[in-house]
């Protein structure tokens, strides 16, 4: 059973450039969220896309943004980078149901970083 | 605001020697707290979940419980390979099914 995949590992940018990060779910699993993880810190949540459709947003710019396919797979997007945003993000996928809580399992992660 | 605080930040332990991490939360509404285990560089491996206080959870040498203000992971008799930096994270109402991090606890066991 395949666990959640992300492309690319890693990736260098310049500042003010676009990038994007795909990552597919574990099999299964409906809904995708992204977290960005700055070195020490614990995962922020970015958002969350079920049904091909942004479902929840976390504190970050309108600079993040994301998309889902009928597969369930994912992009994330993030236009004119910034130093900080220098990070490594998450994706995790899950199987929510409406009166329970549901674990979320994450991918091994992208590195960006912004030089 | 809901918040999640880890102690300690750092941990080093002998091989063989048991302890505790502790994760201690301000949440209206608890609907699960969840432990993961992060390795350098990799994506955070899911533990646990725990949904109500008096809730037990065991993992080999992992043992995770939970009070109605904190949840312990209890590491017995820990080995090499379980040096790592252990993550808690909650669900709250308020905030959906987003989950919210400590910043974690890395734990280094030397032989």
């Known amino acids: 059973d395949a666990g959640v995949t992300q492309s690319p590992t890693h990736l260098i940018k310049t500042r003010g450039q676009q990038v994007t990060l795909r990552c597919s779910p574990k099999s299964g699993h409906d809904t995708v969220s992204w977290y960005q993880q700055a070195l020490g810190q614990g995962p922020q949540f970015i958002f969350q896309?079920?049904?091909?459709?942004?479902?929840q947003r976390g504190n970050f710019p309108d600079r993040f943004s994301g998309h889902q396919f009928p597969n369930y797979s994912s992009e994330l997007n993030v236009n004119a980078l910034l130093l900080g945003d220098s990070a490594l993000y998450l994706c995790?996928?899950?199987?929510?149901?409406?009166?329970?809580?549901?674990?979320?399992?994450f991918g091994p992660g992208t590195r960006l970083t912004v030089l | 605001e809901d918040q999640v605080t880890q102690s300690p930040e750092a941990l080093r332990l002998q091989e063989g020697e048991s302890s505790s991490l502790n994760c201690s939360y301000t949440?209206?509404?608890?609907?699960?707290l969840f432990w993961y285990r992060q390795d350098p560089g990799k994506g955070p491996e899911f533990l646990f979940t725990?949904?109500?206080a008096g809730e037990e959870k065991e993992k080999e040498r992992l043992k995770a419980t939970l009070t109605k203000k904190e949840s312990f992971l209890h590491i017995t008799a820990p080995k090499p390979e379980d040096s790592a930096t252990y993550l808690c994270?909650?669900?709250?109402?308020?905030?959906?099914?987003?989950?919210?991090f400590g910043k974690g606890t890395t734990l280094s066991v030397s032989s």
């Open positions: 995790a996928s899950s199987f929510p149901r409406l009166t329970s809580t549901d674990t979320q399992y």
């Open positions: 896309y079920y049904e091909e459709e942004e479902r």
């Open positions: 725990l949904y109500s």
């Open positions: 949440v209206s509404g608890l609907r699960g």
């Open positions: 994270a909650v669900q709250a109402p308020q905030a959906g099914t987003a989950l919210i």
